[in-house]
């Protein structure tokens, strides 16, 4: 997918605007996802308090440039808006498509302190895994109940994740990933969950098992809205979706080093004038809209600025403008990394307050079943 952004308008105060938000004015057309997540953000902006948000990654690596524009700086605006957040690591996912979740605890303490880095304040949001919380994952077999085999064998983004899986076959775990999922946003009743393009599939499974749990043993839940950034679909250095396990990353700890290495290798194309036009040259386009969303400017505006400068003076801009825009971000990860004691109390006492949630909830859906005995 390229990296499209919307030019949806948008009621937030400036203050509280998404990531990105001055690249309103592009020419990608909206999405109804994007329409819908412009009539969020008006809501957003009259009263954020009404919205519970959950939303997490996979521990398979380093947290890259495409979540904290896609899905992370949402979160920190969120929660500083007055929502409710949580933030889920999704470590039996990384299950779906691997044999063995190689360096988890490693990658788990990584996670956190990226969230910490960020702006992620844990009086305020819940950070934790989801493999802490027994009475979340035990949603599982009521919700698995309510989707059919084929619904899951169609889903896109499970096609796609099997596609670039690590593995010979398909467990069964990569199936049932969406309805994890359904799981893990509805353990806490969360309505909004912010998240990048892939993941709207995903969002939609939990929306119909919201809707079918209803119908069949009353309201229990919430149907929760997706909520897209500007950069709904960020490129990685080789054109394709930015990913942890596709090795074409830039990773938020970086350093400013790696980060010129990373983005000197990126691909790009064989005509000179830099433009912005997603559609047509994705990897160039990809390039300009990081540095437009470092810098918080019109992208169309930053490519005429380089214009005849090219791929060289396109790759310099991107650069500097990445560089300083984590710089801050960077030094308080390297502060963090240098106290893994209280990285790892503030994940402790998010697991604690996500299984207390959880084992409610669990509750809850036992008595709509009629399984109190
Ligand atoms: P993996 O390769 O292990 O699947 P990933 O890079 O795809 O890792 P996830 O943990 O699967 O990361 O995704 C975490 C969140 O970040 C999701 O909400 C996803 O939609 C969002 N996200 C991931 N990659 C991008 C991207 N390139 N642009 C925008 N959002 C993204
Ligand atoms: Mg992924």
Same mark, same amino acid.
Do not use: W
């Given at each position: ?5 919307? &030019? ?61 524009? &896609? ?131 995903? /969002? ?97 505006? /930053? ?6 400068? &090219? ?26 990394? &240098? ?35």
């Amino acid at each position: 997918m390229t990296a499209a952004i919307t &030019g949806a308008p948008t009621a937030a105060p400036a203050e509280s605007r998404p990531a990105g938000s001055r690249l309103a004015g592009s020419l990608a057309p909206m999405s109804s996802a994007q329409r819908r997540s412009a009539m969020l953000e008006a809501e957003i902006a009259r009263d954020a308090s009404r919205f519970r948000i959950l939303t997490g990654d996979r521990p398979t690596g380093a947290l890259h440039l495409g979540h904290y524009f &896609g899905t992370l700086a949402n979160r920190v605006r969120l929660q500083d808006l007055g929502a409710e957040v949580f933030v889920l690591i999704a470590d039996y996912q990384v299950l779906t498509d691997r044999d063995v979740a190689g360096r988890l605890d490693d990658h788990v303490m990584g996670l956190a302190m990226d969230y910490l880095a960020i702006g992620i304040d844990p009086a305020r949001t819940v950070i934790f895994a989801h493999s802490a919380a027994p009475a979340l994952n035990q949603l599982l077999l009521p919700f698995l109940s309510l989707v059919s085999v084929p619904e899951l064998q169609r889903n896109p983004t499970v096609k796609d994740e099997i596609a670039h899986s690590r593995q010979s076959s398909v467990s069964g775990l990569m199936f049932t990933y969406p309805v994890h999922q359904a799981a893990d946003i509805l353990f806490c009743k969360a309505n909004l969950v912010p998240v990048g393009a892939d993941q709207l599939p995903h /969002v939609e499974v939990t929306r119909m098992i919201a809707r079918r749990f209803a119908e069949r043993y009353g309201p229990v839940f919430p149907v929760p809205d997706a909520l897209l950034s500007r950069a709904p679909a960020l490129l990685g250095t080789d054109g394709g979706k930015m990913s942890k396990s596709r090795g074409n990353a830039i990773a938020i700890s970086a350093t400013a080093d790696e980060t010129a290495r990373l983005i000197k290798g990126a691909k790009t194309d064989s005509i000179r004038p830099v433009t912005y036009d997603p559609a047509a040259r994705p990897e160039v386009s990809s390039l300009v809209l990081l540095a437009a969303l470092c810098l918080d400017r019109d992208p169309a505006q /930053v490519a005429a600025e380089i214009g005849d400068g &090219g791929a060289s003076a396109l790759k310099a801009t991107v650069t500097e403008a990445v560089n300083e825009r984590f710089a801050a971000i960077r030094a308080r990860r390297a502060e963090l990394a &240098g106290d893994p004691g209280y990285v790892r109390r503030i994940v402790r006492e998010g697991n604690a307050r996500a299984s207390e949630i959880a084992n409610s909830t669990l509750n809850e859906v036992r008595a709509a079943m009629g399984m109190i005995y």
